[in-house]
């Protein structure tokens, strides 16, 4: 008897240990389904966390730096060494800004189907190494002839077809790489922390923010520094500095190789969501029982296999539901087939199913941020051409107005600080809940401050109008820059500051909520709807001005946005898309209220928010 009981403990004692072990191993891997380079489970404090998050956020910052080193002043190098005309010139940074935009979606696609995050990343970074190499070696021996010439001073002389040709596969294997780069660098950054686990998902949530800084950091230098070199006609320097830093990017995005988690690609998203439509219309006249009883989940598959998660069943878009009707030919078919397999075409599960429903969801809420955009795109545009109209003058230096986006930047980099030190702490305090605003809220938020920006904007156009009639009277055609007696273009600061915080607000919360509310086999996608909403932002804002000047002009009319401003209104633009976007709230905050997060099973069997960051803040409180 004594021995028994002596067996027993013993017994007791090693499960126990065992118990702990077990509980040991599994606190050393992360737990939202990553794993390493070689494909094994992602052990926690030898992959991913802020290492490998730094080394992604100086990436991105060297690879902007590099891409605005060209694209801020292309339209400059198309005049004045390509000898464009203005019109010409600004068509073609629409198409290629586009196309950058359109190459967003290829990579995403790319990344969430077949090559996954790193993959991807690396080729098309490649691919933007070599248009920029390629760039700077045409430009030098075919295009910068003769010497010097591509300052405002000095034009190009005439040039062959081959350095023309060269010049625009360059360009374009720039948009090409940077397009399917930049969709899925955020995401990839997001995917080194383990939203499973308090700490790091704490830090998931601050990394989007860190990721816009960097972003806008590295767009200064380009506006800046290697701005005011190109304007001074030295081009190929400009273009070699940034082929440099997307090279210096590219090696360093890849030294952290061993470091970085992963994500396995899950497939192609259109044939699944193809499967959905055929499926329900297949089952359109089958009766649906209340609460989804009869509806297909395969319960036995992993969840945590490729790092992706059962989706809950939600109510919504019930016609979708019919895809996952269980019917007595499905059952039969199993029996006589291999009970493993159904055909998706018949019959798909909930998640697949609610695949398709979020994507729907997530619409309105993109397309509500397309108008934000419009305003966003006036920085490089309309707010150039207001400050070129006043006195650019300080202590006798010329302020190029293109430069004053540089509030912007610094506007940003002090509400991204603000925000995470002040105002998140102070709203996780008044809510209660450890994350502060949600997504949803900020970009509210950042549409109010958007309309605030275009009000002040138009409100110093009134001003400045009133001061080049006074300056001159008569033919109201005195420009700022030649009349240091009207308003200086420091009075635009404003406006550039407000626009910077609306982006806080907006686009970090954007990317955030793309990127949580995204499916596990979409989150690239999620990336590239917020690059779409930018590109889709600058159509908008063209077709705008071209319908505005089209009714506004009348006889002696010039318009509202003439070549010469101090004849026309631009004010009354600028109080227009103030109304616009006020409109856009509304319809905004009813969209906001409609929405229903998606939920996903745990990969512990339980429910929890597809955003489990804060569920996983709550547990550390």
Avoid at 277 to 287: Q, T
């Amino acid at each position: 008897m004594k021995m028994a009981c002596l067996n027993l403990c013993k017994q007791q004692g090693f499960d126990i240990e065992e118990e702990k072990k077990q509980k040991k191993e599994i606190g050393a891997y992360t737990q939202d389904g990553s794993v390493d380079r070689h494909g094994h489970p992602a052990i926690r404090g030898r992959s991913g966390s802020w290492l490998a998050g730094v080394l992604i956020l100086v990436n991105q910052g060297l690879a902007t730096l590099a891409f605005f080193g060209v694209g801020v002043n292309l339209v400059l190098f198309l005049t004045r060494v390509l000898g464009q005309d203005n019109a010409e010139a600004a068509n073609n940074v629409s198409k290629w800004t586009g196309t950058v935009y359109l190459f967003s979606l290829v990579g995403a696609f790319l990344s969430d189907s077949y090559w996954g995050r790193f993959k991807t990343c690396a080729i098309f970074q490649a691919i933007f190494v070599l248009g920029l190499a390629s760039l700077s070696l045409s430009s030098y021996i075919f295009l910068l002839k003769p010497k010097g010439c591509g300052d405002e001073k000095t034009p190009c002389g005439h040039h062959s077809t081959i350095g023309t040709a060269l010049f625009y596969v360059s360009i374009y294997l720039i948009a090409l790489g940077n397009g399917g780069y930049q969709p899925n660098i955020a995401t990839f950054g997001a995917d080194q922390f383990d939203e499973e686990d308090p700490n790091e998902g704490l830090s998931k949530i601050a990394f989007f923010s860190y990721f816009y800084l960097a972003l806008n950091l590295g767009s200064l230098f380009s506006n800046t520094i290697l701005g005011y070199f190109e304007d001074k006609g030295v081009w190929a320097l400009g273009f070699w500095a940034s082929a440099g830093s997307a090279t210096l990017a590219l090696v360093l995005f890849l030294c952290g190789t061993p470091r970085y988690r992963h994500f396995s690609p899950k497939g192609n998203p259109l044939s699944r969501f193809c499967q959905v439509m055929v499926a329900a219309g297949r089952k359109w006249k089958v009766e649906m029982m209340p609460g989804g009883e009869n509806l297909y989940e395969d319960v036995g598959k992993e969840t945590s296999q490729n790092g992706s998660r059962n989706i809950l069943h939600t109510e919504g878009f019930k016609f979708l539901d019919r895809a996952a009707i269980i019917t007595e030919k499905d059952l039969n078919r199993r029996e006589e087939e291999d009970a493993s397999q159904t055909n998706p075409w018949r019959l798909c599960t909930v998640t697949q199913v609610e695949e398709v429903k979020c994507i729907l969801r997530l619409l309105p809420i993109w397309l509500c941020t397309i108008l934000y955009s419009v305003v966003f795109t006036q920085m490089a545009s309309l707010f150039v051409e207001q400050g070129d109209a006043m006195n650019t003058t300080l202590s006798g230096f010329h302020i190029p107005p293109a430069s004053m986006s540089s509030f912007d930047i610094l506007s940003v980099a002090a509400f991204i600080f603000l925000y995470r030190r002040v105002i998140h702490p102070l709203a996780a305090r008044i809510t209660k809940n450890p994350k502060g605003l949600t997504e949803l809220q900020r970009m509210g938020i950042g549409l109010v401050i958007a309309i605030m920006a275009m009000v002040s904007a138009g409100v110093v156009e009134v001003f400045r109008s009133k001061y080049a009639q006074n300056d001159c009277p008569t033919t109201g055609s005195c420009t700022g820059s030649s009349n240091p007696s009207s308003l200086s273009i420091f009075w635009q600061v404003p406006q550039y500051v407000l626009v910077g915080a609306s982006e806080v607000f907006m686009y970090v919360g954007q990317l955030e909520f793309f990127n949580s509310q995204a499916p596990d086999g979409l989150k690239s996608f999620g990336s590239a709807l917020c690059m779409t909403s930018m590109s889709l932002g600058n159509y908008v804002s063209s077709l705008l001005v071209t319908i505005v000047m089209k009714i506004s002009t009348r006889g002696d009319m010039p318009g509202w946005i003439p070549g010469n401003l101090n004849r026309g209104h631009l004010e009354r633009f600028y109080f227009l898309l103030a109304a616009l976007t006020a409109a856009d709230l509304v319809v905004y905050f009813l969209c906001a209220k409609w929405y229903k997060y998606t939920k996903f099973e745990g990969r512990n069997g339980e429910d929890e928010s597809c955003n489990t960051t804060m569920l996983a803040a709550e547990l550390r409180v």
